[in-house]
């Protein structure tokens, strides 16, 4: 079994508890800047892009969010896997993760909502944090895919990864710490 397919299987075996985006901060200014009311219903927007930080300040980003998380939650090793890559329309940067063995009681919509709200806060632009569903994924597997897309992914989706700043995924020692207990554990 070639290395990533075996990374691919150790992380679609495991359970996780949120599938989440986090992006970088953009401002929406109506087309019409006579009318500032930017709720309006069926308003045209145009995008005003903001300046992206660097990959080194957007990695930052997330291991900043990730800590105010585990003093929220009281914990202190999470278990996640980041991918950072740029967006089909535009290519703008942002982050996929996976985030696994949570508290009990935290994989409410109520703490979706904080760790949201606590992205935004940090200077992040949208969060969406979804429970993880294996049924809506397609299967465990399918979701880690879409997390790990260059490994093992066609030419198409390779060409969104830049090998300066969009090259790794990012796996925590606490999860790699989990899967070498779990792998051992197997294999006695």
């Known amino acids: 079994m070639h290395a990533t397919s075996g990374l691919l299987y150790q992380l679609g075996s495991v359970s996780w508890d949120w599938f989440g985006t986090l992006t970088f901060g953009m401002r929406k200014v109506p087309i019409d800047q006579s009318q500032p009311d930017l709720l309006e219903k069926g308003k045209k927007f145009n995008i005003v892009g903001c300046r992206v930080p660097s990959a080194a300040v957007r990695y930052s980003m997330f291991f900043q969010w990730l800590r105010q998380q585990e003093r929220h939650w009281q914990q202190k090793k999470t278990e996640w896997v980041l991918r950072h890559e740029k967006g089909e329309i535009g290519g703008r940067p942002h982050f996929h993760f996976l985030i696994r063995a949570l508290p009990p009681g935290a994989n409410t919509s109520h703490y979706r909502m904080a760790a949201m709200s606590r992205w935004e806060s940090l200077g992040g632009g949208m969060a969406r944090i979804r429970r993880f569903d294996n049924a809506e994924h397609g299967g465990e597997k399918d979701a880690v895919s879409y997390v790990l897309?260059?490994?093992?992914?066609?030419?198409?989706?390779?060409?969104?990864f830049e090998r300066d700043e969009f090259d790794s995924i990012r796996i925590s020692d606490a999860l790699i710490a989990s899967l070498t207990e779990r792998s051992q554990r197997i294999t006695v």
């Open 149 to 160: 897309k260059n490994l093992g992914a066609n030419a198409y989706e390779l060409a969104k």
